[in-house]
């Protein structure tokens, strides 16, 4: 294995001005390079791509891929010796890093995670988001991987405010069948944080295909799912290696609350009625 930051120092410091500057940023921020694509590396470090591959190339990599392999295990090798090589507490932007322990690593970027939420989010698109879910004949929510907990949560909660919204994160392969299965009025809403499967993709299409509306809430600007949308949500996501739903409930709290206020005349009889039935028959405690 090369020691990356090694060779970065020592075969580019006559590198041409671009390649310095590259390489500069790649020092200061080995730890979110190795899971950058070449878009993002560009963007970020402010050089164009085949700045990049010229670095790749003068490092002796074939392809950017081999490149953040060795990156990513130099990182591992120091790890040991630094704490900042720890990618569970880097601070967000390469920042110092002040924090004890990793809760208040966690805290803080979960913090800034929800700020990007109430700066950046679309309110436009979230009322748009609204309204369709609350005229839809039938809501049929859709997570995998990492997301099905979630869409799971979502549902659960919904199911209180609308009488029609069904979770079919359950199997992969019977999505297709109940895709084929809408109607008029039915809406595919997918929750789709990176790493998005393919299956959410297919029935993205297939819906598009069938003019059936499609929301998602994605976290990936270049994802497919995203492009495939009638209506989208952006979720902020940090740049560390540390993955967070915390932005991801936050909006899903904000749909679910917000979708309750506009029912409350019929959702606040309905739990009255409900909670009353469970403390008599001692389901709960109190």
């Not at 490149?67 to 110092?96: C, M, V």
């Not at 549902?155 to 009488?163: K, N, R």
């Not at 600007?221 to 989208?232: C, I, Q, V």
């Amino acid at each position: 294995m090369t020691d990356i930051l090694a060779a970065l120092k020592e075969k580019t410091a006559s590198a041409p001005t671009q390649q310095r500057k590259l390489s500069e940023y790649i020092l200061s921020n080995s730890n979110y390079v190795c899971l950058m694509t070449v878009k993002e590396l560009s963007e970020k470090s402010g050089v164009g791509r085949a700045t990049i591959m010229r670095l790749v190339e003068r490092l002796g990599y074939a392809s950017y891929s081999d490149f953040k392999r060795d990156l990513n295990d130099t990182n591992l090798t120091y790890f040991d010796s630094d704490k900042l090589a720890n990618p569970f507490i880097w601070p967000h932007q390469g920042e110092a890093a002040e924090q004890n322990n990793s809760v208040d690593a966690c805290c803080q970027e979960s913090v800034w995670l929800i700020q990007q939420v109430a700066e950046k989010l679309d309110r436009e698109a979230f009322d748009n988001i609204l309204n369709l879910l609350a005229s839809a004949k039938r809501v049929n929510v859709v997570g995998f991987r990492t997301s099905r907990p979630l869409a799971r949560y979502f549902f659960y909660q919904m199911q209180y405010f609308l009488e029609n919204i069904r979770d079919l994160s359950d199997s992969e392969s019977l999505l297709y069948d109940r895709v084929f299965s809408f109607q008029p009025g039915d809406v595919l809403f997918i929750l789709g944080m990176s790493p998005v499967t393919t299956t959410s993709v297919r029935a993205a299409k297939l819906c598009r295909e069938r003019n059936i509306p499609v929301v998602v809430l994605v976290d990936d600007p270049d994802s497919t799912l995203y492009k495939l949308a009638n209506y989208s949500l952006l979720i902020p996501r940090t740049d560390s290696t540390r993955q967070s739903t915390v932005p991801l409930i936050v909006v899903l709290e904000s749909i679910i609350n917000e979708i309750g206020s506009r029912m409350a005349l019929l959702s606040i009889p309905n739990f009255n009625t409900m909670n009353k039935f469970l403390l008599d028959e001692n389901i709960l405690s109190d």
